[in-house]
């Protein structure tokens, strides 16, 4: 349930930041300040997306060192058979 949570929340907030963004050229920590100041009621939505985006990026993260780390113990251990 949680990672479904954020899985659609990282969507979410790449779907609205590309409506709200006015011009391709701006940044995305421009957009997402805005957005916030605005008050609107996409800002409430950026927030709650935010929070699932970033376990999402964490996650990602951990599991992206986690399978570096087993390819490099399967290499080793490679090395180490006759």
Do not use: H
């Not at 479904?4 to 929340?9: D, K, L």
């Amino acid at each position: 349930m949680f990672m479904g949570y954020s899985c659609v929340a990282c969507e979410l907030l790449y779907l609205i930041i590309f409506l709200i963004a006015e011009t391709q050229s701006e940044s995305l920590v421009d957009v997402v300040v805005g957005a916030v100041r605005q008050g609107s009621p996409l800002s409430f939505l950026v927030a709650l997306s935010l929070f699932g985006w970033a376990i999402k990026q964490t996650i990602n993260v951990i599991k992206m060192k986690t399978a570096a780390d087993v390819c490099v113990l399967y290499d080793i251990e490679k090395k180490q058979r006759p």
